[in-house]
């Protein structure tokens, strides 16, 4: 197959950990025989540094030129510790997004259970935990309306959904809950709030045509209550744009790490793979920052194109260096292995199936349960 793939590195961490992706392409693309096309662009205070905007142009034109787009991280401290800015990283991520039509996030939770023990939480609590995030991505409270009055002492966001917002993503959702465990949350606040109200009534008239589908609302209070008591209760999560970015990062405590958790943002037109992080400024350059989470969106990025044989061969190497304590330092605290090594020996051990099999250590590719 042939594709066409933009590389935003974006800040921080960004680069570097999309360095290591770019590596296991490139050892899918020899093993199956498959040709990538790479090119990079300039995105996030990198990119404001040089031209004034987060999101150049040429940038954007790059992308809605590709087949697919694989991002890094965004985000700078000095932007962090600047409430005046008016220009922000973060600006260019959500016009990127709108632009390219991306309306849903997924966003899997898996454990792996050979690195169980190095996870925060007990493995009792979080064994059997695979479930997927469906986040809402291009509308609600990100991008409603701003207002800050004259004085600067009264600040609003508007949080506005419409019916067409919600449906298109609630379809995706219970699609992928289909192929899967056959269980959907709907995470809101519908006790207060009237977008929630309008997510219940559509999601609920929805559910009719999935009958298999059991269909469960849950309160984002009491949802993240429920992700650190029971997690392995949930398979799909469908929420909105900020209750799924407030789950997510709660997900990467289960997980272990947020340097493990990929995702895939598909819409109306091409796609974006990256990770859940975000671009950990003080990790920059001292070649600590875990890059699985990039590499894992390498995964979903092929079977999004329906490539399940090579993502399961990457799957299989992620796996294979966790069987080998091959990680860095996040997974385990007396690790010397570096980003480049990670990266390095996860290219070099993606082979095809027939050697693969033998190193799976937990049958379950990630493409088999998770991914659209
Ligand atoms: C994420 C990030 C972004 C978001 C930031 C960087 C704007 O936190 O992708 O989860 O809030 O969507
Ligand atoms: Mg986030």
Redesign the pocket.
């Known amino acids: 197959m042939r594709l066409e793939i933009a590389l935003l590195g974006g800040d921080g961490i960004g680069p570097e950990v999309l360095e290591q992706s770019v590596k296991c392409l490139k050892a899918v693309e020899e093993t199956f025989n498959h040709h990538f096309i790479f090119t990079e662009a300039p995105f996030g205070a990198v990119a404001i540094s040089n031209n004034g905007r987060p999101l150049p142009n040429e940038t954007l034109q790059l992308c809605k030129d590709s087949d697919a787009i694989l991002f890094g991280a ?2 700078a401290l000095e932007y962090d510790n600047n409430p005046d800015a008016t220009v922000r990283p ?1 600006q260019g ?2 016009r990127l997004r709108k632009e390219l039509g991306l309306f849903a ?1 997924i966003r899997p939770v898996k454990v792996f259970p050979s690195i169980i023990e190095n996870a925060i939480l007990s493995d009792k609590l979080i064994a059997g935990t695979d479930l997927v995030i469906y986040r809402e ?1 291009t509308g609600g409270i ?1 991008f409603g309306e701003k207002k800050l009055n004259e004085d600067g002492t009264i600040a609003s966001d508007l949080c506005q959904y419409s019916e067409v917002e919600i449906s298109r993503i609630a379809h995706l959702a219970f699609k992928a809950a289909k192929r899967r465990k056959r269980k959907l949350t709907l995470v809101d606040k519908a006790n207060v709030l009237e977008t929630s109200r309008l997510w219940r009534r559509v999601v609920t008239e929805i559910s009719e045509s999935y009958p298999d589908v059991k269909l469960e609302c849950m309160f984002i209070d009491n949802a993240v209550v429920q992700m650190m008591l029971k997690p392995a209760q949930f398979d799909v999560i469908l929420t909105d ?1 900020m209750f799924g ?1 407030i789950l ?2 709660q997900g990467s405590v289960i997980i272990g790490s947020i340097g493990l958790l990929p ?1 895939a943002s598909v819409g109306t037109g091409n796609a974006m793979f ?1 990770p ?1 992080h ?1 671009s950990y400024p003080q990790a920059k350059g001292k070649n600590i920052a875990n890059p699985i989470a990039s590499i894992l969106s390498t995964a979903m990025l092929l079977q999004h194109f329906d490539l399940k044989e090579e993502s399961n061969a990457v799957v299989a190497a992620v796996r294979k260096s966790f069987v080998k304590k091959i990680v860095t330092p996040d997974i385990m605290g007396s690790s010397k292995y570096g980003t480049d090594y990670v990266g390095d020996f996860i290219a070099d051990n993606i082979v095809d199936s027939d050697e693969n099999l033998s190193i799976n250590d937990e049958n379950i590719g990630l493409g088999k349960s998770t991914i659209i």
């Open positions: 965004i985000g973060e991520l959500l996030c991505l990100y744009n970015d997510s990062d995702s990256e859940f975000g």
